[in-house]
């Protein structure tokens, strides 16, 4: 999906930070907290290497997350992954 938003030049700033970011870190942590995403899916969404990555980007939002199903078994996946190299 493709959004496209406009923001006026005079509101623009370096000391903003990335615009795009911000809206898609907003988006994702709104969306985990409505129920719409889960922590796994924010992580993909905003492109970040692990899960602790999006619970910080989350908790920056003023979201607190939770453990759900989804959650472990990705969890479960990582430390499968991770034997299997070790191996």
């Not at 988006?27 to 985990?32: E, G, N, R, T, W």
């Not at 995403?37 to 619970?55: N, P």
Request: glycine share 6%; charged share 30%.
């Amino acid at each position: 999906m493709k959004i496209t938003l406009e923001i006026p030049e005079e509101l623009g700033s370096p000391s903003f930070g990335d615009p795009l970011r911000i809206a898609m870190e907003a988006l994702a942590a709104k969306a985990y907290e409505d129920g719409v995403l889960s922590e796994e899916q924010v992580r993909r969404m905003l492109g970040l290497e692990s899960c602790w990555d999006a619970r910080e980007v989350l908790c920056k939002h003023g979201v607190w997350p939770g453990t759900t199903v989804e959650d472990v078994l990705s969890d479960l996946d990582t430390v499968k992954t991770m034997r299997a190299v070790r191996a």
